[in-house]
C-alpha cells in the first residue's frame, strides 16, 4: 500500500489515491442517476405514453430512497469503511441501469429508477465518498472534497453529451445497457481503493508523520476529532436542523436544471444537441473551480465549536459559510439569468448564465460537507450526515415534480425555476445566520 510513513520521511499519502477513487465513484453515482435523465426524457415519454411529471416520479422518490439509505449506511460507514458499501452498490448499480432498458410500464420505471438505481447509486456516492475523505483530511479537507467532487461535474461533461448521441444513435434502450456496463468499467475499481480511516493503517489526517505531531503542527485533527458529536448530540443541536434548512434550499437547483434543462430548452426551439450541450456550459466550470473553492475553503479556514478548539488563532477565522453563501446566491442569480435569457431568446444570454450557474455548482459539495464536517468533528460524521440526509433530501426531493407538474399545468417552466432562484437567494442568507455550535 502507497502510504505516508509516520515517523520520518514520508511516502505518497494513501489519502490522496482516496481523492482519485472518489473522483471516479462520484462521477458515475451522479452521472447515472442525475445527469442522464434529462436526455432520457423525451424520448422515454414520447415512446411510452407517459407525461413529464410521470417521468420525473422517480427523481422524487429517489431524494426519499438516498435518505433512507443514507440513514441505515452512515454508522456503519464510521465503523467499516465504505468499501464494502461501495462494492456491492456499484455492481447493483450497473444490474440496475441494463433492466432499465426492459422497461415497458411505469410502475417498472419507478421501481428500478427511484429505488434499486438511487439505493446503489447512494451506496457509493457522496456520502460514503465525503465522510471517508473527511476523516483522511482534516487542513486538507476543503481541496480534498473539491477534487474528488470534480468527478460529480465529469458527470455531466462527458455522460449527457454520451447519453444523447447514444439515444438518438442507437435509441433510449441501448443507451441504459451502455450506461450499465460503463458504470461496472469505471467504478469498481476504484470502489476497491476505498479505506475507512488513516488511524487504522497507523497514518494521520493529512499526512502528517510523527515528527509534525511532535512540533504541534497536527493540532486542528486531533482537536477535529477530539470534539466530535455524536448522531444524538447532534440531533439535539440547533445548528443540525438550520444546516439542514440552509443546504435543502441550496441543493434543491442542481436536481431541478439537471432534469429540465433538456426538455426546458427544447421547448424553447433549441435542438436537443443545444440543450444538451448546456449542461457541458455548466459542468466545466463547476468541475474546473472546484479546486478553486478547495483552496478558499482551506485558507479561510472553517467554523469552530469554540474559542482555540483547533488550534491557536484559529477562533479568528472567517470559515466556509461566507463562501457557501457566495456560491448560493450565484446558482440563485444565474438560474435567473438563464429564465431571462431563455425569454428573451439571447442564446449568448444563456450560455452566460448557464457558466454562472455551474461556477455556483462548483462550491456546492465541498462547502457543504466542509461545513458539516468542521460543525460536528470526523469521528461520528458519517452518522451525523446519514441522519441528516432525511430531512435534508426531502426539501430537494419534491422539487424536480413539483417543477415537471408546474408545466404540465401551466405549459411553461418560468414561474416554477424562479421560485427555485429564489430558495437559493433565501439559502445563502440562512447560511450566514447559523452559528457553529459550541463545545
Not at 520520518?8 to 453515482?29: D, E, N
Not at 426519499?64 to 468499501?83: E, K, N, P, Q, S
Not at 454520451?162 to 444513435?169: G, H, K, P
Not at 453563501?325 to 440563485?332: E, H, M, V
Amino acid at each position: 500500500m502507497a502510504a505516508s510513513s509516520v515517523a520520518g520521511a514520508p511516502r505518497l499519502y494513501f489519502g490522496y489515491w482516496l481523492i482519485v477513487g472518489a473522483f471516479a465513484t462520484q462521477f458515475i453515482s451522479h452521472g447515472v442517476t442525475n445527469y442522464v435523465a434529462g436526455a432520457f426524457l423525451a424520448p422515454m415519454t414520447a415512446d411510452l405514453g407517459w407525461t413529464r411529471a410521470e417521468f420525473t416520479i422517480p427523481r422524487s422518490l429517489g431524494g426519499f430512497v438516498m435518505a433512507l439509505t443514507g440513514f441505515f449506511i452512515g454508522a456503519w460507514v464510521d465503523r467499516f469503511g465504505g468499501r464494502p458499501f461501495m462494492i456491492a452498490g456499484v455492481v447493483l448499480s450497473a444490474a440496475s441501469l441494463w433492466a432499465l432498458s426492459t422497461v415497458q410500464t411505469l410502475a417498472g420505471w419507478i421501481v428500478l429508477n427511484g429505488v434499486l438505481l438511487t439505493a446503489s447509486a447512494a451506496m457509493f456516492g457522496n456520502l460514503v465518498a465525503n465522510v471517508t475523505l473527511a476523516k483522511w483530511f482534516v487542513e486538507l479537507r476543503g481541496r480534498a472534497v473539491a477534487l474528488a467532487a470534480m468527478g460529480v461535474s465529469f458527470g455531466g461533461i462527458a455522460l449527457t453529451p454520451a447519453a444523447t448521441w447514444a439515444i438518438d444513435a442507437w435509441g433510449w434502450r441501448a443507451a441504459w445497457q451502455g450506461l450499465g456496463v460503463t458504470a461496472l468499467v469505471c467504478a469498481l475499481p476504484f470502489a476497491l481503493l476505498m479505506r475507512r480511516a488513516p488511524e487504522d493503517f497507523g497514518l494521520r489526517p493529512d499526512g502528517h508523520t510523527d515528527v509534525d505531531a511532535a512540533a504541534g503542527r497536527t493540532r486542528r485533527a486531533e482537536a477535529d476529532y477530539a470534539r466530535s458529536m455524536t448522531r444524538r448530540q447532534a440531533l439535539g443541536n440547533a445548528s443540525f436542523y438550520l444546516l439542514i434548512l440552509a443546504f435543502g434550499l441550496f441543493v434543491i437547483n442542481i436536481g431541478v436544471m439537471l432534469l429540465q434543462t433538456v426538455p426546458y430548452l427544447t421547448d424553447a426551439g433549441h435542438s436537443r444537441a443545444t440543450a444538451a450541450f448546456m449542461m457541458v456550459v455548466a459542468s466545466i466550470p463547476a468541475m474546473l473551480t472546484k479546486p478553486v473553492w478547495g483552496h478558499l475553503i482551506d485558507r479561510l479556514g472553517t467554523p469552530t465549536r469554540g474559542k482555540g478548539d483547533a488550534g491557536e488563532g484559529t477562533a479568528t477565522r472567517l470559515g466556509a459559510k461566507p463562501l457557501a453563501a457566495i456560491g448560493s446566491a450565484l446558482t440563485g442569480i444565474a438560474t435567473a439569468a438563464i429564465v431571462l435569457s431563455v425569454a428573451s431568446g439571447s442564446l449568448v444570454g444563456i450560455y452566460a448564465a448557464f457558466f454562472l450557474l455551474g461556477v455556483g455548482w462548483g462550491g456546492m459539495i465541498p462547502l457543504q460537507e466542509v461545513i458539516w464536517a468542521s460543525f460536528f468533528g470526523r469521528r461520528h460524521l458519517g452518522a451525523v450526515r446519514s441522519a441528516a440526509l432525511p430531512f435534508s433530501l426531502a426539501f430537494g426531493a419534491g422539487a424536480p415534480l413539483a417543477v415537471s407538474y408546474y408545466h404540465d399545468v401551466v405549459g411553461d417552466y418560468h414561474g416554477a425555476l424562479l421560485s427555485v432562484a429564489v430558495a437559493n437567494l433565501i439559502a445563502a442568507l440562512l447560511i450566514l445566520a447559523i452559528r457553529a455550535p459550541r463545545g
